[in-house]
């Protein structure tokens, strides 16, 4: 009888230790210098690891930043084995696409076309090593609120392209493109072009790191 009890007591602690260790996410953020910035004290990937601490959650997540400042979609392919796959990682969130179009006014930008095909094959790769991916749409250049910043056509035609990649993937979407905008909607009277969400109208603010934060916590903590 103490056998069979010592026993069944063995199994539970060991299912409970396993289980405990299947919860255990780990989430690479996969992106630009806006990634890169993430890890900083203010950063969204620092404010999101303040926000899953605070709903007790901290052991059950990892958070590793894998931004490289200037990348666009096809850098991203080319550094995935050392600084993706290499981590194991059970979650990849992507945000990628503001170099891509922001670089095309020096003629380095990235065309629609191959934007989203080097984008299918980094999903393709990472859905194959049963990783959970997580699109995000570029989000700003330029912060007005009337569709003048410059490169407000493009930037909407490659949030599209992420929308559409998504979609077809099966990918869950943190739509920061439509976040930002209905932001500044409401809070840019002045139609600015810079300091609502991001210090210069592409990198990020207190404001816009804590607003990503958010976002990304409502898709990666259920």
Not at 89 to 112: E, F, L, Q, R, Y
Not at 179 to 197: M, R, S, V
Request: hydrophobic share 40%.
């Amino acid at each position: 009888m103490r056998l069979l009890l010592y026993v069944t007591s063995f199994i539970a602690i060991t299912l409970v230790s396993f289980t405990g260790m299947q919860q255990k996410q780990k989430i690479v953020f996969f992106g630009d210098s806006i990634t890169q910035a993430g890890v900083s004290p203010t950063g969204y990937i620092t404010v999101l690891g303040n926000l899953i601490a605070q709903k007790g959650l901290k052991d059950q997540y990892e958070l590793i930043g894998a931004g490289i400042g200037g990348n666009k979609v096809y850098d991203l392919y080319l550094r995935m084995e050392d600084d993706v796959l290499a981590k194991n990682p059970t979650t990849v969130v992507i945000w990628i696409g503001v170099n891509d179009v922001w670089h095309k006014k020096s003629g380095t930008g990235t065309d629609a076309p191959k934007f989203e095909q080097f984008y299918n094959a980094i999903i393709k790769k990472l859905q194959a090593k049963n990783i959970k991916v997580i699109l995000c749409t570029p989000a700003t250049i330029g912060e007005k609120t009337d569709f003048s910043n410059e490169q407000d056509g493009d930037l909407n035609k490659y949030a599209n392209i992420v929308r559409d990649v998504a979609a077809k993937n099966n990918c869950p979407l943190v739509d920061l493109r439509k976040t930002f905008l209905a932001y500044n909607l409401a809070n840019n009277p002045e139609n600015k072009e810079k300091g609502i969400l991001t210090a210069d109208g592409v990198h990020l603010n207190d404001k816009g790191n804590s607003l990503v934060a958010e976002e990304m916590l409502k898709v990666l903590v259920k």
